[in-house]
């Protein structure tokens, strides 16, 4: 932090300190945004689309990995069509879910959802399909049945990578945040990063960007204590 703190001021300075703010009237001006209404407003707007399309995308695309990496059929069915569409830049959509679900937060939540949701998906079934056959072995030489099979092997071994996308996915779905809320809306700290680059106010501009950081670190962090909760055995593991 001090480095960057460092690099920034020396920019600043090169800059003449007006469309690159100093780093100490950066964050007085952030600090001060912390203490008004509308910053709040925007930032839990952006919060509230990307926490829904976060759950919404790990609630589709994790079942779905788990259940395409287990059963060879629907694998067969449904992986050449996620792999030939997962090269698309899916941002390039953006204009079709305007149309089709409006202006509002559904368009932009969706957007953020069908970004992430192939993440998660990729990452998942391919996680599944590492799995070694000896496990499964090993459960079904117990007397287990498909679902000890599915509770014991096949979540505990799809869980890390689910995370591991979703705590990755975490800087993606912020940036596409700041890409859908930067038009067509007026409401969010994209919006407000944007309307204040186009008033000349690099100081509320700052102030967007680094409440947007700031969301971002948040939900990276609460990914990240939802995989040490969700798979305690690993931590457990690399303690010994």
Known sequence: MLVLGLLWKLAAMALGGVILPHPEDALAAFATALTTRI???????SAY???????LAWGIAFPLGLFMGSVRRADALLAPFIFLTYPVPKIVLLPVFLLLLGLGDASKI???????AYQILVTTRDGVRSIHP??????????GSRWNVLREVLIPAALPHGFTALRLGTGVSVAVLFFVESFATT??????????????????????????????????EVANLLERRACRWMFLRRKT
């Open 49 to 55: 689309r990307a926490v829904t399309a976060m759950a």
């Open 187 to 220: 409401r969010g700290l994209g919006y407000m990063i944007m309307d204040a680059w186009g008033a000349m106010d690099y100081l509320g501009m700052f102030t967007g960007i680094l409440g947007m950081s700031m969301m971002g670190a948040a939900l990276y």
């Open 110 to 116: 969706a957007m953020i959802t069908l970004i992430l």
């Open 134 to 143: 000896k496990y499964f072995d090993s459960v079904r030489s117990l007397g």
């Open 39 to 45: 910053f709040w407003e925007h930032f839990g707007v």
